[in-house]
């Protein structure tokens, strides 16, 4: 069922890449800090799931694919990172960006790939030295006997890569291609507005429901 006559003002839009976009576009002056965090959910060998905050960095819309509308979800990591090995294990991960002031989220499930070729050389060069060095430095999520430990490390990769330091490779992006995106704005009364765009599978058109709040 696609309610399209009954999504107008902020809900208004066929392609939910772009309406994410705008979203995101008005929550960046008015957000105090990190309009572009996420929570982000994965699942570990057992099924026990796991969340944190990450930058999301990009909202990809492609336009329309076969006549419909496709984009994707990026964001960078240490691929051997919790996060990391539980998506390359599950193939699979969810996030919810959220913002007080605006009194609104939107809520993603997807299936993931990695995007280590160009784009993240470009996104890792345009970071400050100091993160680049500190990405080269951290085992992340491995035990660390200390931050005297952790910053003599710094200090050894400062040395061996140079003030260039070229992208690790075993840090880049996840690309999150989502089979849902969930639009949800805050109603009187808690009545809110929830909007879900669904497809089955990436090749799919988009399904789009009003759900209960």
């Not at 309406?19 to 570990?44: G, S, Y």
Request: include cysteine.
């Amino acid at each position: 069922m696609d309610r399209t006559a009954d999504r107008t003002g902020i809900f208004a839009g066929d392609d939910p890449f772009v309406i994410a976009q705008r979203w995101l576009a008005e929550a960046e002056p008015v957000e105090p800090n990190d309009p572009n965090a996420i929570a982000l959910a994965t699942v570990d060998p057992d099924g026990l799931p796991n969340v944190r905050m990450v930058l999301l960095k990009e909202i990809e819309s492609f336009g329309l694919i076969d006549g419909v509308p496709d984009g994707a979800f990026v964001f960078y990591t240490n691929y051997g990172s919790a996060k990391g090995r539980e998506i390359d294990g599950s193939g699979k991960a969810a996030f919810v960006l959220h913002w007080k002031s605006l009194r609104r989220q939107i809520r993603v499930r997807g299936l993931t790939e990695r995007e280590d070729g160009p784009q993240a050389d470009a996104y890792f060069a345009s970071r400050s030295l100091k993160s680049r060095l500190g990405a080269w430095a951290s085992r992340q999520s491995e035990p660390l006997s200390s931050r005297e430990a952790l910053m003599a490390e710094v200090a050894k990769v400062t040395l061996t890569q140079g003030p260039l330091p070229k992208r690790p490779p075993f840090w880049g992006g996840i690309r999150l291609r989502p089979v849902e995106i969930e639009f949800w704005a805050d109603g009187a009364f808690r009545l809110h507005d929830r909007f879900r765009f669904t497809r089955t599978s990436l090749r799919s058109g988009w399904t789009c429901d009003r759900l209960s709040p």
